[in-house]
Protein backbone atom coordinates (compact mmCIF):
# COMPACT_ATOMS: atom_id res chain seq x y z
CA UNK A 1 0.00 0.00 0.00
CA UNK A 2 1.28 3.51 -1.01
CA UNK A 3 2.41 5.98 1.83
CA UNK A 4 -0.65 8.53 0.06
CA UNK A 5 -2.81 8.18 -2.74
CA UNK A 6 -4.26 10.14 -4.92
CA UNK A 7 -7.41 10.19 -7.78
CA UNK A 8 -5.44 10.15 -10.90
CA UNK A 9 -8.15 11.52 -12.80
CA UNK A 10 -8.08 12.88 -15.05
CA UNK A 11 -11.04 15.39 -14.55
CA UNK A 12 -13.19 17.47 -16.83
CA UNK A 13 -15.53 20.09 -15.24
CA UNK A 14 -17.43 23.34 -17.13
CA UNK A 15 -15.98 26.66 -15.98
CA UNK A 16 -17.72 27.79 -12.62
CA UNK A 17 -18.23 24.39 -11.48
CA UNK A 18 -16.58 23.23 -7.62
CA UNK A 19 -14.36 20.92 -7.67
CA UNK A 20 -13.26 18.53 -5.27
CA UNK A 21 -9.99 16.66 -4.84
CA UNK A 22 -8.82 13.92 -2.59
CA UNK A 23 -6.22 12.09 -0.93
CA UNK A 24 -5.89 9.62 1.46
CA UNK A 25 -2.87 8.83 3.47
CA UNK A 26 -1.92 5.66 5.88
CA UNK A 27 1.14 7.39 7.91
CA UNK A 28 -0.66 8.61 10.64
CA UNK A 29 2.80 10.35 11.91
CA UNK A 30 1.76 12.58 9.02
CA UNK A 31 0.91 16.52 10.48
CA UNK A 32 1.24 18.96 8.12
CA UNK A 33 -0.90 18.37 4.34
CA UNK A 34 -0.32 20.64 1.73
CA UNK A 35 -1.57 21.10 -1.91
CA UNK A 36 0.58 22.07 -4.88
CA UNK A 37 -0.46 22.96 -8.37
CA UNK A 38 1.69 22.16 -11.27
CA UNK A 39 1.05 23.71 -14.48
CA UNK A 40 2.74 21.73 -17.64
CA UNK A 41 6.13 21.97 -18.01
CA UNK A 42 6.91 23.78 -14.72
CA UNK A 43 7.35 22.61 -11.42
CA UNK A 44 4.52 22.64 -8.42
CA UNK A 45 4.26 25.42 -6.35
CA UNK A 46 2.73 25.55 -3.15
CA UNK A 47 -1.32 26.36 -2.79
CA UNK A 48 -2.66 25.55 0.58
CA UNK A 49 -0.71 24.36 3.75
CA UNK A 50 -2.64 23.24 6.61
CA UNK A 51 -1.58 21.61 10.11
CA UNK A 52 -3.27 18.51 11.58
CA UNK A 53 -7.10 18.04 11.08
CA UNK A 54 -9.37 21.19 10.24
CA UNK A 55 -9.92 23.56 7.42
CA UNK A 56 -8.44 26.42 5.55
CA UNK A 57 -9.55 28.73 3.29
CA UNK A 58 -8.37 31.19 1.23
CA UNK A 59 -10.11 32.83 -1.65
CA UNK A 60 -11.40 30.43 -4.05
CA UNK A 61 -9.55 27.42 -2.17
CA UNK A 62 -10.27 25.27 0.79
CA UNK A 63 -8.36 23.04 2.11
CA UNK A 64 -9.43 20.02 4.52
CA UNK A 65 -8.13 17.72 6.83
CA UNK A 66 -9.63 14.94 8.75
CA UNK A 67 -6.98 13.13 10.58
CA UNK A 68 -9.28 10.47 12.17
CA UNK A 69 -10.09 9.30 8.82
CA UNK A 70 -6.64 9.98 7.14
CA UNK A 71 -8.28 12.09 3.89
CA UNK A 72 -7.41 15.34 2.86
CA UNK A 73 -9.67 17.41 0.51
CA UNK A 74 -9.01 20.69 -1.96
CA UNK A 75 -12.16 22.74 -3.06
CA UNK A 76 -12.05 24.52 -5.92
CA UNK A 77 -14.85 27.50 -5.95
CA UNK A 78 -16.13 28.64 -9.18
CA UNK A 79 -13.60 27.03 -11.29
CA UNK A 80 -11.78 28.82 -13.76
CA UNK A 81 -10.07 27.67 -17.36
CA UNK A 82 -6.40 29.28 -15.50
CA UNK A 83 -7.34 26.51 -12.68
CA UNK A 84 -6.38 23.68 -15.57
CA UNK A 85 -3.26 21.98 -14.04
CA UNK A 86 -2.51 19.09 -11.81
CA UNK A 87 -2.99 19.18 -8.27
CA UNK A 88 -0.67 17.25 -6.17
CA UNK A 89 -1.38 16.50 -2.80
CA UNK A 90 2.03 16.49 0.14
CA UNK A 91 2.45 15.43 3.32
CA UNK A 92 5.11 15.55 6.01
CA UNK A 93 5.42 13.96 9.65
CA UNK A 94 7.93 17.06 10.61
CA UNK A 95 8.30 20.72 10.11
CA UNK A 96 11.66 22.20 9.63
CA UNK A 97 14.31 20.89 12.20
CA UNK A 98 16.62 18.08 10.29
CA UNK A 99 14.25 17.00 7.87
CA UNK A 100 11.03 17.93 5.85
CA UNK A 101 10.22 15.00 3.72
CA UNK A 102 7.45 15.26 1.47
CA UNK A 103 5.64 12.50 0.41
CA UNK A 104 3.38 13.39 -2.74
CA UNK A 105 0.68 11.81 -4.26
CA UNK A 106 0.39 10.75 -8.04
CA UNK A 107 -1.32 13.87 -8.50
CA UNK A 108 -5.02 14.88 -10.35
CA UNK A 109 -5.29 16.25 -13.92
CA UNK A 110 -7.76 18.91 -13.63
CA UNK A 111 -9.07 20.68 -16.96
CA UNK A 112 -11.68 23.27 -16.81
CA UNK A 113 -13.57 23.75 -19.89
CA UNK A 114 -14.24 27.38 -20.85
CA UNK B 1 13.02 37.82 -5.26
CA UNK B 2 14.36 34.97 -7.94
CA UNK B 3 13.56 31.43 -7.81
CA UNK B 4 15.33 28.73 -7.95
CA UNK B 5 16.81 28.05 -11.34
CA UNK B 6 17.79 24.78 -13.13
CA UNK B 7 19.53 23.82 -16.20
CA UNK B 8 19.66 22.25 -18.71
CA UNK B 9 15.57 22.17 -19.10
CA UNK B 10 15.67 19.66 -21.69
CA UNK B 11 18.41 16.55 -22.18
CA UNK B 12 18.29 13.86 -23.99
CA UNK B 13 21.10 10.87 -24.06
CA UNK B 14 21.67 7.16 -24.94
CA UNK B 15 21.59 4.79 -22.06
CA UNK B 16 24.87 3.84 -20.06
CA UNK B 17 25.83 7.81 -20.83
CA UNK B 18 26.30 9.96 -17.97
CA UNK B 19 24.29 13.42 -17.69
CA UNK B 20 24.49 16.13 -14.89
CA UNK B 21 22.00 18.69 -13.60
CA UNK B 22 22.42 22.24 -11.95
CA UNK B 23 20.51 23.89 -9.38
CA UNK B 24 20.67 27.20 -7.60
CA UNK B 25 18.51 27.44 -5.03
CA UNK B 26 16.93 30.78 -4.08
CA UNK B 27 18.91 33.27 -1.90
CA UNK B 28 19.93 32.31 1.52
CA UNK B 29 17.95 29.17 1.21
CA UNK B 30 19.64 26.74 3.45
CA UNK B 31 18.02 23.46 2.69
CA UNK B 32 18.20 21.71 -1.18
CA UNK B 33 15.80 18.90 -2.44
CA UNK B 34 16.37 16.92 -5.59
CA UNK B 35 12.99 15.26 -6.30
CA UNK B 36 12.62 12.92 -9.31
CA UNK B 37 9.23 12.70 -11.11
CA UNK B 38 8.33 9.89 -13.47
CA UNK B 39 5.43 10.35 -16.03
CA UNK B 40 1.87 10.37 -13.94
CA UNK B 41 3.76 10.15 -10.84
CA UNK B 42 4.26 12.65 -8.16
CA UNK B 43 7.85 13.94 -7.26
CA UNK B 44 10.11 11.22 -4.91
CA UNK B 45 12.69 12.75 -3.12
CA UNK B 46 16.55 11.77 -3.87
CA UNK B 47 18.48 13.80 -1.36
CA UNK B 48 18.12 16.75 0.81
CA UNK B 49 20.72 19.09 2.07
CA UNK B 50 21.28 21.20 4.87
CA UNK B 51 23.72 24.08 3.99
CA UNK B 52 26.75 21.34 2.03
CA UNK B 53 25.64 18.50 4.30
CA UNK B 54 23.50 15.47 3.45
CA UNK B 55 20.20 15.25 5.33
CA UNK B 56 18.63 12.39 3.87
CA UNK B 57 19.54 10.05 0.69
CA UNK B 58 17.99 6.91 1.94
CA UNK B 59 15.92 7.09 -1.77
CA UNK B 60 19.22 7.84 -4.17
CA UNK B 61 20.41 5.31 -5.80
CA UNK B 62 24.07 5.64 -4.65
CA UNK B 63 25.04 3.43 -7.64
CA UNK B 64 24.96 5.43 -10.48
CA UNK B 65 23.52 8.71 -8.90
CA UNK B 66 25.58 11.07 -7.23
CA UNK B 67 25.01 14.81 -5.81
CA UNK B 68 27.06 17.66 -4.00
CA UNK B 69 26.72 20.81 -2.87
CA UNK B 70 29.54 23.16 -2.30
CA UNK B 71 29.62 25.94 -0.70
CA UNK B 72 26.33 25.61 0.56
CA UNK B 73 24.59 27.02 -2.41
CA UNK B 74 24.72 25.54 -5.81
CA UNK B 75 24.10 21.87 -6.39
CA UNK B 76 24.94 19.29 -9.35
CA UNK B 77 23.25 16.17 -9.58
CA UNK B 78 24.92 13.46 -11.51
CA UNK B 79 23.99 9.63 -13.22
CA UNK B 80 26.50 7.53 -14.61
CA UNK B 81 25.22 5.30 -16.40
CA UNK B 82 22.05 6.20 -17.03
CA UNK B 83 19.44 3.83 -17.58
CA UNK B 84 15.40 4.00 -19.75
CA UNK B 85 13.98 3.69 -16.30
CA UNK B 86 16.11 7.46 -15.58
CA UNK B 87 13.82 9.05 -17.67
CA UNK B 88 12.18 11.38 -15.51
CA UNK B 89 11.79 15.02 -14.60
CA UNK B 90 14.16 15.81 -11.66
CA UNK B 91 13.48 18.55 -9.52
CA UNK B 92 15.11 21.55 -7.53
CA UNK B 93 13.46 22.85 -4.52
CA UNK B 94 14.99 25.11 -1.55
CA UNK B 95 13.47 25.74 1.70
CA UNK B 96 14.35 28.41 4.69
CA UNK B 97 13.84 27.42 8.28
CA UNK B 98 10.82 28.51 9.53
CA UNK B 99 7.01 27.58 11.51
CA UNK B 100 5.58 26.84 7.69
CA UNK B 101 8.69 26.17 5.50
CA UNK B 102 7.76 26.23 2.29
CA UNK B 103 9.46 24.48 -0.75
CA UNK B 104 9.94 26.42 -3.50
CA UNK B 105 10.21 24.52 -6.57
CA UNK B 106 12.33 25.24 -10.20
CA UNK B 107 11.05 24.54 -13.55
CA UNK B 108 12.87 21.19 -13.93
CA UNK B 109 15.20 19.45 -16.27
CA UNK B 110 13.39 17.04 -18.69
CA UNK B 111 15.55 13.80 -19.02
CA UNK B 112 15.03 11.18 -21.96
CA UNK B 113 16.84 8.16 -21.65
CA UNK B 114 17.09 6.53 -25.28
Known amino acids: QKEVEQDPGPLSVPEGAIVSLNCTYSNSAFQYFMWYRQYSRKGPELLMY????GNKEDGRFTAQVDKSSKYISLFIRDSQPSDSATYLCAMSALDGGATNKLIFGTGTLLAVQP | EAGVAQSPRYKIIEKRQSVAFWCNPI?????LYWYQQILGQGPKLLIQFQNNGVVDDSQLPKDRFSAERLKGVDSTLKIQPAKLEDSAVYLC????????????FGPGTRLLVL
Open chain 1, 50 to 53: TYSS
Open chain 2, 27 to 31: SGHAT
Open chain 2, 93 to 104: ASSSPGPQETQY
